[in-house]
Each structure stands twice: as C-alpha cells, then as structure tokens.
C-alpha cells in the first residue's frame, strides 16, 4: 500500500508555516500541529512513509489542502505513452498511470510524483523543463 512520504508531510507544515504563522509565544495553528504531531511520530519511529488512515482527520484535511495547492499532473503535454512508449519521456509515468490518473487517489498521485521526481529522467526534468515550470504557473 502507498503511504504518505515524511517529505510530504514537511511540506505540508511548511505550506501551513507560510499561510498561517505562528504569532511570537502562541502555540501553532491547528493545521501545522497536527501534521507536527505526525512528522514528530514518523521522525521518532524512523518511518519514511505513514497510512493515511493513521493521520488524525485534523492532520488529513491539512495535508489534503496542501496537496490541492500542488500542481495535479506531471504532465507537458509531450506524450509518448501514445506512441507505445511503456513510460512517457515527456513526465515519466507508465502508461498505466498515464490512463488512470483521474480515477488515482491523492496519496497515489503524490507517490508517482515522488517517484518521476527522484528519477529526474523524464524530459521535464531537463530537456523542456521550463515548459513545465509554465504549465505549473
């Protein structure tokens, strides 16, 4: 089963750290403790990766709001998934997660970004990686 990586998770408090800061001596906003609280516990387990169904429903509808800031798909509209290519040069999904993006939970999307990300082969890691950073604008 996919989880929600630790990485996730920091950016997540790090979204919530930027859209509502702490004030000087105040504890922090709901959002940003409870995916704390979760960061804190994956940190002192040593777990790269939790279930969301571990995440209290504070800590799941933090991270759901910041995940619904991220771009939705990989994609630059260079597809050779369409040619027959078993993974896309233009973003790096297979051609199953090319035709079942739309139906893929949000923990699943945020996996394969994970993964076309730490391979950075994909074409908008390099070749036309300004046509993504466009398209994410």
Known sequence: MTGIHITDIESAINY????????????????????AEVYAVMAFE??????EAALSAA????????YESTPDTPCIAICSTSQGDEVCKGC???????QHWTEMQPVQ???TWRRITQEGSAW?????????????A
């Open 16 to 35: 919530w750290r930027t859209k509502a800061p702490s004030v000087e001596g105040a504890a922090l906003p709901p959002p940003t403790r409870a995916l």
């Open 46 to 51: 040593r777990r790269p990766e939790i279930d």
């Open 59 to 66: 800590a799941w509808q933090a991270w759901l709001t910041w």
């Open 92 to 98: 790096g999904r297979t051609f199953a997660e090319v």
């Open 109 to 111: 999307k945020r996996a």
């Open 124 to 136: 908008r890691f390099n070749k036309y990686a300004e046509r993504a950073a466009e398209r994410q």
